[in-house]
């Protein structure tokens, strides 16, 4: 099918087959509508066709009295020629032409059998009359009527011959049109529906290609072809002055052209909708889109003045659109003498209006202090000098909650700075001797000790001694992190490498495990800034603990994702433990899924993983539901 839709050929193909089946299938419809209209299918084709006998009579009638009859009487050059026109020989239509005494004046009859006869009386001067219908206009002038009459076997070739050959034809046909009328609109369907599919698309090329046609404004381009549809309309009606041969000719032409203009607005619709921008490739939506960013930035400008405003400007704005507001009133609603209105009105603003800006000023110190203070600013004293009654105790109990914060602050940075003091201190006193502990539990190893007993304790201490170490590094890592002391080397970091890398880390320790990674990762390269090796800590220490709290037998999901403007990395894996803390607390120092810490760990992973990424700028998010462990981390993508 792809090969089909981008090929040239095969599209100029299904065109000519759609235009040929659409010609087709309006043709069908008209002849429907014509079966239908004389009655092809409830009625027999006798019916039918003494129906459409009596319409040909009719025309022969009148040209008999118009145009024989008084060439006839005035015998003109051309009588000749009408003769042998209307000689009975040349023609299945008989006519008697009698005057108003019954005496014929014309005639071509000759005894033969007939099959159709009826009676026209004219009148000169007016239309003729019907006798069979018992016509009672009054006349004027001298009155004929015409015997018409139609032979039996039609012998002559003319319209009696022609009429009955398509009578038989159609009525043979009635049904047959319908079912080829239907095939031809399913195939016109058909094709339509693999232009539509095909529009857009060339050879050797994967994505839309729209052409210069599809980069007119759609609008327009829909404006131009009701114009030139308009005027071809305008030309149809004008058929009167062309020839009938060119008429039928330029109805076709008109015909063709309307079907090729509508197919070339429904694949350029087609070709701007697979392209996206069908809506807003057109003059219409430009518009809107201006008007909507004048009126965007109108109550963007409006809603920043109002922001930025102080309370007291806020309110003079508001009492004077109130004012006018009132001032309005008065004007539009007094009948009589408004004047007293007025004074009374002025004298209300001089009043209260005062009285109002007196008490928001109060109220806009109170908001600036408590607004400086939420800010952190816990200096910042309110000038409660100027203030009254109840706004004055407000700011005292303000002023006095930011001396107390202030106290609070100093003494829990005083804390934190005991606690990381402490840690690092500690830690880099236990360093030392840990480090000789390790030495020479190493050179015990290398001894050859006959007891078994001793063998098995050296290794206990020898494992125990490289988890203590583990741990003062991570405390010391902690203290870092914390303290903003850690070094970090940003550059543009391709993430599904280190990610990569780090599960080929740690593939055999899964299989250890009893764990299945799932590895979810878009094929095109994601940027970040980060530092690669604080990225590795990161992504060691919840790999780590996958490996370690994860439920044997189950699997874990990594999955990496670009959003908009943002790289997101998900951690996911099914815990052994049953989680009764929140992920709060699973974020606190200390603090291990593992309320019965049988396993090794610190519970410093996550707390770390943490300080590392919020350093380099991004967000770790912990997920805790029922057994269910995600951990979520965001960064700012980058090109």
Not at 42 to 50: F, G, H, I, M, N
Request: proline share 1%; net charge neutral.
């Amino acid at each position: 099918m792809k090969q089909l839709t981008h090929n040239l050929a095969a599209k100029v193909t299904a065109i000519f087959l759609f235009v040929l089946s659409v010609i087709g299938f309006i043709c069908g419809l008209a002849g429907i509508y014509y079966l239908a209209e004389n009655k092809f299918y409830e009625a027999s084709v006798e019916s039918v066709k003494e129906e459409i006998f009596e319409n040909i009579t009719r025309r022969y009638a009148n040209e008999v009295f118009y145009g024989y009859f008084p060439a006839y009487r005035e015998e003109s050059y051309d009588l000749h020629s009408l003769e042998e026109a209307y000689a009975a020989g040349r023609t299945n239509f008989l006519f008697t032409l009698k005057d108003k005494n019954g005496e014929i004046v014309l005639s071509n009859y000759t005894n033969q059998e007939i099959q159709f006869s009826h009676t026209y009386r004219y009148e000169e001067g007016v239309d003729w009359h019907d006798e069979t219908k018992n016509s009672t206009q009054a006349v004027k002038g001298e009155s004929y009527t015409i015997d018409c009459f139609v032979k039996k076997t039609l012998t002559a070739e003319d319209r009696y011959s022609r009429a009955e050959y398509w009578i038989h034809f159609a009525y043979s046909m009635r049904y047959a049109i319908i079912v080829i009328t239907t095939l031809l609109f399913l195939i016109a369907i058909v094709l339509f529906i693999f232009l539509m599919c095909a529009a857009g698309h060339k050879k050797g090329k994967t994505e839309v290609i729209p052409n210069g046609i599809d980069k007119i404004p759609f609008d327009v381009f829909l404006a131009a072809l009701l114009i030139i549809v308009s005027i071809a309309f305008a030309m149809l009606n004008e058929y009167q002055y062309i020839s009938e041969i060119g008429y039928r000719l330029f109805l076709g032409l008109f015909l063709v052209l309307s079907i090729l203009l509508f197919l070339l607005a429904c694949m350029s619709f087609a070709t701007r909708y697979k392209s996206g921008g069908w809506w807003k490739n057109t003059i219409l939506y430009r518009f809107l889109y201006f008007n909507y960013r004048v009126l965007q930035k109108i109550i963007h400008g409006i809603k920043y003045l109002l922001q930025n405003s102080s309370l007291l400007w806020k309110t003079i704005l508001g009492l004077l659109a109130l004012s006018m507001a009132e001032f309005f009133v008065i004007v539009s609603t007094s009948y009589g003498d408004i004047g007293a209105l007025l004074i009374l009105w002025l004298l209300e603003k001089m009043i209260f209006v005062p009285i109002i800006l007196y008490i928001i000023i109060n109220l806009q110190n109170l908001q600036i202090g408590s607004q400086k203070i939420a800010r952190g600013d816990l200096n910042y004293r309110i000038d409660t000098r100027r203030l009254i009654w109840d706004f004055k105790r407000h700011g005292e109990n303000l002023n006095n909650i930011s001396v107390g914060m202030s106290k609070a602050v100093e003494e829990r940075l005083k804390s934190e700075r005991f606690k990381t003091e402490l840690i690092t201190n500690v830690s880099h006193d236990i360093k030392t001797p840990l480090t000789s502990i390790i030495n020479y539990v190493d050179l015990i190893k290398r001894e050859e000790m006959e007891n078994r007993k001793i063998k098995e304790y050296i290794d206990v201490l020898d494992r125990q001694s490289i988890r203590l170490k583990k741990l003062i590094e991570d405390l010391m890592e902690v203290s870092k992190a914390s303290t903003g002391n850690l070094a970090v080397n940003s550059s543009r970091t391709e993430v599904g490498v280190l990610l990569t890398q780090t599960i080929g880390e740690y593939g055999d320790k899964m299989k250890n495990s009893g764990l299945e990674l799932i590895l979810k990762q878009p094929e095109e390269e994601i940027f970040i800034m980060a530092d690669g090796r604080l990225m590795w800590r990161v992504f060691d220490n919840l790999m780590n603990n996958i490996c370690k709290y994860s439920q044997p037998g189950t699997r874990a999901y990594l999955n990496l994702e670009k959003i908009d403007e943002r790289v997101v990395i998900t951690f996911r894996n099914i815990s052994k433990y049953a989680l009764n803390i929140t992920s709060d607390e699973l974020m606190e120092r200390f603090v291990r899924g593992d309320s019965a810490r049988t396993t090794e760990g610190s519970g410093l992973g996550l707390s770390i993983a943490k300080s590392l990424v919020e350093l380099q700028k991004g967000e770790l998010d912990l997920v805790v539901d029922g057994d269910l462990f995600k951990v979520v981390l965001v960064f700012h993508a980058v090109q």
